[in-house]
């Protein structure tokens, strides 16, 4: 069965540090997106991207994150000028579809902020 | 703002039992879908119910949707030691691409 891939699966940066994680969605898949998950919390949406460009995003997702889909298999969440509380699991997921479409998530990034 | 939010938090039960999960929003909704996660590990989609259903099943699981009390519930029956896991609720909705997760019930099943 295909699946979302995402690389590394840890990532130690030292603040201020910019941090690219990467992902591969599935093959067929039209939409992306980015979640975050902070130790023992909720997972929060990130952004959502389609059609080359950012869809939908929260308020989260601020002048210090953006994405990029340079190929047409990898799609990148870059994190600029790291701070310590963007230590987290960082998932990506992919869907063929909008509304009613599940979402198939990676394995995730733990990235630690030092 | 939209949030799907579950009870109980922690659940423990014996292999063989059934778990009952519920979940509350606050928005109208598309869809609700309901989602499993493994100690270290992503999410992975159990089932997707449609704001126009109120009920649905899949292997030995059970969603019920009320769209008039905003609130959704996840039975698994026969409980293995393998279900042990976070469940979470997530929402969409109509023309939005973002997905609201839950806080999550922690769920043990004893052997």
């Known amino acids: 069965e295909p699946e979302v891939t995402q690389t590394p699966s840890h990532q130690v940066t030292q603040m201020g540090q910019e941090v690219i994680l990467r992902c591969v969605p599935i093959?067929?898949?039209?939409?992306f997106y980015w979640y975050r998950q902070i130790l023992g919390q909720k997972v929060e949406f990130l952004v959502s991207?389609?059609?080359?460009?950012?869809?939908?995003k929260s308020e989260i997702f601020d002048d210090q994150f953006s994405v990029e889909r340079p190929d047409g298999s990898n799609f990148t969440l870059k994190i600029r000028s790291t701070k310590l509380e963007d230590s987290a699991m960082y998932f990506c997921?992919?869907?063929?579809?909008?509304?009613?479409?599940?979402?198939?998530f990676g394995d995730g990034t733990r990235l630690s902020i030092l | 703002s939209q949030q799907g939010e579950e009870d109980p938090q922690a659940l423990s039960i014996q292999e063989g039992e059934n778990a009952t999960m519920n979940c509350s929003y606050k928005t109208s909704i598309n869809n609700l879908q309901w989602y499993r996660q493994n100690s270290g590990r992503g999410l992975v989609h159990l089932i997707l119910?449609?704001?126009?259903?109120r009920e649905k099943h899949s292997g030995r699981l059970r969603v019920t949707l009320d769209t008039s009390k905003k609130s959704s519930s996840l039975l698994i029956t026969a409980s293995r030691a393998a279900d042990t896991a976070s469940y979470f609720c997530a929402t969409a909705w109509t023309g939005g691409f973002k997905t609201i997760f839950g806080a999550g019930t922690r769920l043990f099943v004893k052997a």
């Open positions: 119910i449609r704001s126009n259903k």
């Open positions: 991207f389609y059609n080359n460009e950012i869809s939908e």
């Open positions: 093959s067929n898949h039209l939409y």
């Open positions: 997921a992919s869907s063929d579809g909008v509304s009613n479409q599940p979402q198939h």
